[in-house]
């Protein structure tokens, strides 16, 4: 039974640094345990939230993904501006005053979430078929799709202006923000995929052991692919929540998201040399650094001093957490 | 004139003795030989001489005096060199850098004095008759060379001994011939060699003195004259053991899997083999005879040039494990930590990682169905473990290597193909992986073994076949297994 507590505890510490931040935070900022920060502070998190989910899955195939922040934008960018270019073709109304536009929220949502599973079935098979090191992969895709994101929206932001579009970063239903319940949605599929459904086992034996699960006939070009695909995806629906809270796409939208997202997913307990980590780590790192990151914004830090702090935790949480394996599991 | 002495050594691990009162020398300008079957002490005795295991008893003496070799740097400074087996060479590297390595003389300002690393090196190369570029990038030359390179590398710590441990195990005839002009060549440079191989012809031809060694004990010490493979054969392996199959291989006439003409690159070359149903077929050979890469073959790991695989007289296509795997044949590695088992994964989840599909229902897994399969065939295979969530690292060799055998029997295998089944287990479990092959065979199954325990194979098996240089040398069947015939058929020509 004691034993049972210290591994409930070692497992979940990282729940109790939540708590604690959360304390530390009420007590020393009058406005931290208020409903509207609580609601920014959750809402904040939704994002890099899903971004950290989606590159947990490729880390656990012991690869990684680089290209997740560019891609963040770019679907929305991809299905606004192609919304522009037709518009202009075909003569339909989706141009409402200067650069601001108005129409189908359901085009833009499924146009991106394509362009998630396009982007990250080609960075699968880049890593698979071309033989390209995720790394490199994935930075070039990082590139290309930043370089494409100016180039198709000329260099300017558009400004979105559809009411059912926008609500989806804005509502709250019953006090908690539409983008925080989605992201928990996608957190629980995502576990429950990964703990009771073959694509799990397959992802978890294939970072064990890549030769190993070769050999015993598992498809392991399918499953990277695979993972990559699901890692896309949820830059996707990060992009769509991204893109309908600030009411806007733009281009320098979402530059740095990727490391922001590994970091989060790194402190959660997500192993980059595969194998080990859940989606549930990675809400972990997520709800810890999303409650740091509020703190901070109490205190007034600005967002360097932040980057600093970050760096220093990251480093930390991974020496910790070497000492822990070499102490041999409990 | 130098003397190396090892005197009256003796080395026991936990449950074997593997050193026995052991005493070898070798002087200058002298080949010295040591040979033995697995097992029977020569890599512990080199092992003692460079400094990685200590003895537990004995001395070891350099010209009267005693010497202590606690770590392989003691042996550099006495001057003692070795070649090991596996090269370790850095494929970046110049010939002349890598002879050099962590050894390389600097110039007045600090950098690595090039120059004279590749003047150094070039006497070297000619003081052995050698000739090769100094600049040349080493991953751009063959095996040959790089067995080269790897005694430059010994050379160039000016040692007065050199302990050479299979050294011709990846050349091909006229290297070998080259790389005895080499050995001749230090010779007359003063050099003592200790040439530990398998390969008995090389042996007589290049040695002074032959040392066999069996069972961790000095059998006999040969002088040049008069010596014979057969002779050398008697002695390493003493008096023959029975096979316990002989009554089963009259019902083994129906054959399962046709092997034809197969060839790989420079691996393997035309092997024709059929596998009978309810066959325990052992291959066996040196390293680099292709035994191991003709099992990785069949499995898909490695692809075949030419020749087909026929499964119940139908050609059938193997790019890949998973074509071998729908054909009901399946592989049990010898690197069984890297290949066969997912290391920090639970025992049940190894177990299953070939049946995952079979225990998903649209999708879901089901876990309490994985849970009753994987404690069936822990029951079933005797595997000792307290609980099937427990790491498989944790576990001894011998129940590892169980539950690399319960993956596949839990796919429902009709063909098994075990590389180095016994490596790195204890007697009893040994026994007990025989035990099972045995009894998958007589179920119906067929079993390909590759193995270099001939007492093993002899023990087991009901045909042996015997490789060399990536062909058939000959093909035993158990009436007729013989040990010494069966050990002089895979190390001489």
Redesign the interface.
Known sequence: MNLDFKNFFLNNSLLFVFFFICIVGTLTSEYFFTLTNLQNMVRNMAVPGLLALGVSFVFLVSRIDLSVGSLTIFGPILAVSSLAFFGEIFDFKVLVRGNQYANSAAFIVIVSLITGLVVGFLNGVGVMYGKITSFIMTLAMMKALWGLNYVLTHGHAYYLQIPTYTWMGTLNLFNIPFSTLVYLIITLIAAWIMKFTIIGRRIYSIGGDEKTARLAGINVTFWVILAFMMSSFCASVAGILFSSRLQTVDAPLAVGFELTAIAFAVVGGVSLTGGKGSPYRAFLGTIVMGALFSLFSMWGLNTWHRNIVVGIIIILVVMLDQRKNNLGRL | MDFLRMNNISKAFPGVKALDDVSFEVKSSEVHSLIGQNGAGKSTLMAILNGITKQDDGEILINDKIVKIDDPKDAFNLNLSIVHQEFALCNNLSVAENIFLGNEPFNKYGYIDKEKINTDAAKMLNSINVDLNTDEIVGNLNTSQWQIIEICKALSKKPKFIVMDEPTASLDENQIDNLFEIIKSLKNNGIGIIYISHKLNEIIKISDRITVLKDGKIKKTFGKENVTEKLLIETMVGENIKNKNSNHLNDIIYPILKINDLSHLNSFNKITFNLHKGEVLGLSGLLGSGSNEILRSI?G?IEFQSGEINLLDKKININ???D???NGIG?I?SDRK????????SIK?NSI??I??KL?NL???K?NEAKVTTQNYVDKLNIKISNIND?VMNLSGGNQQKVVIA?WLA?ECRILLFDEPTRGIDVAAKAQIWSLISEFTKNGGAVIVASNEIKELIGNCHRIITLQRGKINQVFENKNFNEQEISLSISSN
């Open positions: 499995f790991v890949n494990p998973r071998a795997i729908k592989y590695p890297n290949e066969g088992l997912i290391q920090d994964n989840d990682l070939t995952f599909k998903t999708g879901f897994f876990a790491f993956k796919k």
